[in-house]
């Protein structure tokens, strides 16, 4: 794997710096109010327990908080869903995403 993304990519730092958002646009995307969460490891929800969902839900707002340096973690309160069909996301995740402080939950179903 290292082998094709060295052919694909030759200049790693050029690509992660037009890839990867900067700290700035984290924080302005906070300051707007539109930052959420997109769980820590990307793992489908689906196949991990109640607290292992929790555990990647606040983890990923505990990294988060500590990138945008906020006292007030109760401003990134979005999460997408890894994968985002019902067969990733578990029922109970609106009610376990709500216990972390969570207001909002996207899948890429309309009706779920």
């Known amino acids: ?3 094709i993304f060295s052919e694909l990519v030759p200049d790693e730092p050029e690509f992660c710096r037009s890839f990867y958002m900067t700290r700035e646009q984290i924080n302005h ?3 707007l109010g539109y930052l959420g969460i997109h769980t820590y490891s990307h793992k ?6 109640p607290e292992a969902c929790k555990r990647e839900i606040q983890e990923c707002l505990r990294v988060l908080t500590e990138v945008v340096e906020t006292p007030n973690p109760e401003k990134i309160y979005s999460v997408a869903y890894p994968y985002g069909g019902s067969k990733v996301v578990p029922p109970n995740i609106a009610d376990l995403g709500e216990q972390s402080g969570l207001r909002l939950g996207f899948t890429m179903e ?3």
């Not at 489908?44 to 327990?49: D, E, G, Q, R």
Request: net charge neutral.
């Open 110 to 112: 309309r009706s779920f």
């Open 44 to 49: 489908p929800l689906a196949t991990l327990s």
């Open 29 to 31: 995307l906070f300051e």
């Open 1 to 3: 794997m290292n082998a």
